[in-house]
């Protein structure tokens, strides 16, 4: 049973790399007082851009970094229409979401099946062999231990730097950057375009770490569970590596029974991840709605 | 600099077309030739003649067979539209209306396995109108009694929707003298929506813009109406009124859930007749669209809904006239929306 | 609520005078002598994309080789087809612009392509894959090959091969397509090694890689060694396997490159023969009455099966190989499901001397002893 356990966090880590990138993304743009259900859009985008550049380049780094390029494009795309042009931003991400998947459905079909270098899991001297956590933590590809500096570095940067500061003044008090002579639109539009690039890191990690393929629409809805993820995580960084990995584990569930024959229904095992998060959500209940950014709950209530 | 939603909430929306006709139609035939122009350039660069494609393509939504198809793929998502824009008039996001046509047709079809004859139809609309509701009723429930906001959980409700409907269609409701698919038995004659005089169409598209005129007359000449756009503007404001805001919230959803229920059960009874696993084609997600689309104005969102069905069917010839990727129809849809999203609304300036 | 009511009882009105919704049920008008005579055109709708690397993918082959055959014919294709109305109305856009022979291609179609042929009798409308279970329609008809005789002999090369004694099975959703090869799978793995388990995993997706791998990985971490799967993108199970050093059984096509040393053998599509025959056939005026009128169902036992058995990898040794030949040549009179065949619980579902025909296997609906994993109880 213990060893199940180890699986399940395994699995959970692996799994929820990609949708702690995307839920990291997602917590830049909020935080900055926009939300962008494109992140779907981005991860894909990222997958393709990561997959195919990795396949040209014979470098999964290259890769990775079209990943990034290529989901704060289209996160661009997300932020013109909302900061400039003052679209709706749910109408507008959704549309971007079918933009993306559009755009990498035409343009991904040539590297189906393509074969492509990728991240494999590389043991970390030392903490591997720790009971548990080596195993769980620290036999991953190295795009996931990145991620593990991700939130902590989120964390502190918008907590103690100037430009945290910025950016989240942006999305509690715009008019006081107005005062001091910063344009808000241009704070939260970087906002959404880095968040866009974080969600292309976390597409690339999916393809060219976790499954080492790319076909379209592979991100499967992942993108839209770290916009959910953000606000069960009240906005904070450490809280969405928390979330994204109790997700991972909710979706690491159902292979790690399965495997062992253990058996329980495969539906209701489908629907789990979201029901505890919805769970979780009516838990925190009020505590998610005070938490939110100023500029945020407007588009929210 | 703030979110957009202030303005357009606040003021009835139905005030603001009438500012200026000639600069709206300018603004829009503008955007739209942006988006053409750009889906053009993509088109070049898959080795594809624009003219010729996007020709073949308008000229294949004129056939009768296609304006039946227009027609037919219109109706539901006339109804989950209808399911935007009520609860958006009170100021709640409705992001689960594919989830609330997936129930809305799992109950339909529910009925159906149990009542038959004359009472069955009715029955099955009704049932599937409170399941909608019931599916909706979760997220506004959330909303009202801790606080949490309904776009999320709609959103991840849609999942779980899909998830019941998979559940029931692979176990129990499997129709046992099929073929092993995953589908519950098809409906009998009398539990199906009848067609409209000699053509394809079935009722549905009757009850869709019966609906959408309903839920026009109610937001604009009801008191009911009335009060939802001013919980909608100023939720607090409204309480301070002693307006029942948390009733008004739960009543908009409820009904936007049975209305997309009711979606999700004339595209059943309609044209499917089987629960199967790949019912809805994003029928909700692209009725959100459309009601946006609309800025969430009841009649100007049925045009959307036809528009966006038109958009569908005619994007079939992009793939069996000029052999392109099925994909491109949504890149096609995906442009025009940021068009009309971005580009065609009167703004102050900021 | 009230409204609600209202709402309801308002819309039911105007219900009353119009025509009953008989679509797709009934073969209205004249039936034709001859449907699919004298086409100038073939329609091919596929529910994903036509290059998966897989499923789809084979079926475009396919749909190409008709063209090649038939410089004359026009081929037209559709793919991303769902598996509800929108196949009807994409068949009928084919149908308007000339093709009088449609294939639809993939298990869901069959209801839109049954509704097709009722509206259009002078229309040849072949499914691949599903059961007519009524009266089979004069124009319409159903193909497929023998999916799981091929698995079966997979089956064998990875009882052959595994260390373990734990076989592993990635699928999508227990479809009876799916059931029949897990269990043909295990049959096979057992007639050589009668130790030998399957342990089936389910991603509740014909395509989600990510899925995939976490099935895959559990797997290998259970010490399963040989892994094969059931979906419609193949690459990420396969990479996985390889990577981990065990040994992949193929499933659609020739997947030998990205998995150089641990691929055993596979099964995989050889549709342009038979849709040639069918196109054939129609073109001829001959389809009515034809075998392909009807559940054409084709395997070793009755000849050249579409679906083949892939080469083998460089660790299938002789005596692997000649188990696999004998097996093979068993199947021209024999079944892989021929009897005795016990389900999990013990229950014999098909008695011992008992060779059952395509139909029964293709309505199986409960995994053979030896097969790790729950089906849904329907």
Redesign the interface.
Known sequence: MSDLVV?VLT?AV??GT?IMFAALGETLAERA???NLGTEGSMLVGALAGYAVAAETGTPWAGLAAGLVAGGLLAL?HA???VW????????G???M??G??????FG??Y??R?APGF?PVAVPLLSDLPVLGEVLFHHDPVTYLSFAAAPLMWWWLRGTRGGLLLRTAGER?DVL?VHGYR??LIRGAAVVAGGALAGVGGAQ??TA????W????T???G?IA??LV?FAVWRPLWVMAGSYLFGAA??L???L????L??????L??LP??I??AI??I???R??RAAPE?LR???? | MTTQLTPDRVASPLLAPKSGFGPALARWVGALAGAIAIFSILLLTKGADPIATLVDMVVSTTTGASIEQIVIKAAPLVLAAMAVVLPARAGLANVGGEGQVIIGAVAGAGVGLVVSGPAALPLMLIGGALGGALWAGLAVALRVTVGVNEAVTTLLLNYVALDVMLYLIYEPWKDANGSGQPATPPLAIEQRLPLVGGTAVHMGIVLALVAAAAVWLTLRHTSFGFRLSVVGGNPEAARRAGLPVARLLVTAMLLGGALAGLAGVIHLAGIEFKLRPGLTTNIGYIAFLAAWLARHNPLPAVAAAFMLAAITVGGDSLQLDSGLPAATVNVLMALILLAVLGWTAKRSTS | MRKLAALAALLTVPLIACSANTTGTATTGTTSASPGKDSTAVGFIFVGPKDDFGYNQAAYQGSQEVAKAYPNLEVITAENVPEDDNAARVMNSMIAKGAKIIFATSYGHLDAALKVAAEHPDVAVVQQGNLITTAVPKNAGTFFGTVYEPVYLAGIAAGKATKSGKLGYVYAFPITQTIDNINAFELGAQSVNPAAQTFAVSTSSWCDPAKQAEAAANLLKQGVDVITQHQDCTATVIKATEAAGAFTVGYHADASAIAPKGWLTGSQWNWGPLYTDIVKTALGGGFTGSKYNDNFRVGYRTGENPFVQSPYGPLVDAETKAAIEKARDLLKTSSPFAGPVTDQEGKVRIPAGTVPDYTTIEKIDYFVAGVVGTLPKS
Not at chain 1, 210 to 213: E, G, I, L, N, S
Not at chain 1, 263 to 268: E, G, K, R, V
């Open positions: 699986d699995g692996r799994g990609a007082g926009v939300v795309v013109v229409m909302v042009r003052r679209a709706d931003q749910f109408a507008t959704l549309t971007v079918f933009l998947l559009g755009l990498t459905s035409l079909a040539a189906v099946g074969a494999d715009a107005h808000p639109g999916l393809a976790y499954a080492h393929a076909f379209e629409g592979m499967a809805g992942r839209f916009v959910a606000i979706l690491a159902a292979p790690a399965q495997a062992r024959g058996s329980l229904n495969q539906f209701a489908d629907a979201f029901l998060t919805l959500l009516a925190l209940g009020r998610t709605l500029e407007r588009v929210f209530t």
